[in-house]
T-cell receptor, first 115, second 113 residues
Framework: AQSVSQHNHHVILSEAASLELGCNYS??????LFWYVQYPGQHLQLLLK??????LVKGIKGFEAEFIKSKFSFNLRKPSVQWSDTAEYFC?????????????FGKGTKLSVKP | DAGVTQSPTHLIKTRGQQVTLRCSPK?????VSWYQQALGQGPQFIFQ???????QRGNFPDRFSGHQFPNYSSELNVNALLLGDSALYLC????????????FGEGSRLTVL
């Protein structure tokens, strides 16, 4: 069965620090990969996605993620975080050919950025 | 442009009761998926509706059922509620099949006593 593992439960950073959140998935076939973000009091929203092509994907608000097939990883990065990045971040995978609505989510990483 | 709307936002039920949650998709969307998010966990896929049919189902018992209406809105029904059904229920909508780009509602928080 597919699964997604996020390495960190809670990350605390100061503003301007660099961020890297780990995500590993277990699925042998072609995958579509996603990072979703949930800001305090708001709904889940798409941060970035990987379908194919360039393994370095750029998303909104300066976030990027790198797909490394050999490591089954899709880590999220940002060079310099801001207080407004405080949120919970979820990595998700959709198996190729699976239902469009069927995403497997990790447990999430809560990011707290100190001003 | 309205996003995904869910109702009710909060509700409290007792064990054994039944509950119905509702979802109106984002304008232009025709696929509705339902997720359960327990405290401290990521969302877990329940099922997906497209063209008024259940297209795929996650690892949830038959107590969880749903429906999609001709206007693409959807309901999630849970029968014989258990304490463990307490969670945030999320509706996510999209267009057709394949991309996995979902737009989520803010959820319905169900507490079972």
């Amino acid at each position: 069965a597919q699964s997604v593992s996020q390495h960190n439960h809670h990350v605390i950073l100061s503003e301007a620090a660099s961020l890297e959140l780990g995500c590993n998935y277990s699925y042998g076939g072609t995958v579509n990969l996603f990072w979703y973000v949930q800001y305090p009091g708001q709904h889940l929203q798409l941060l970035l996605k990987y379908f194919s092509g360039d393994p370095l994907v750029k998303g909104i608000k300066g976030f990027e993620a790198e797909f490394i097939k050999s490591k089954f990883s899709f880590n999220l990065r940002k060079p310099s975080v801001q207080w407004s990045d405080t949120a919970e971040y979820f990595c998700a995978v959709k198996g190729y050919g699976g239902s469009q609505g069927n995403l497997i989510f990790g447990k999430g990483t809560k990011l707290s950025v100190k001003p | 442009d309205a996003g995904v709307t869910q109702s009710p936002t909060h509700l409290i039920k007792t064990r054994g009761q039944q509950v119905t949650l509702r979802c109106s998709p984002k304008s232009g969307h025709d696929t509705v998926s339902w997720y359960q998010q327990a405290l401290g966990q990521g969302p877990q896929f329940i099922f997906q509706y497209y063209e008024e049919e259940e297209r795929q189902r996650g690892n949830f018992p038959d107590r969880f059922s749903g429906h999609q209406f001709p206007n693409y809105s959807s309901e999630l029904n849970v029968n014989a509620l258990l304490l463990g059904d307490s969670a945030l229920y999320l509706c996510a909508t999209g267009v057709g099949e394949g991309t996995g780009e979902l737009f989520f509602g803010e959820g319905s928080r169900l507490t079972v006593l």
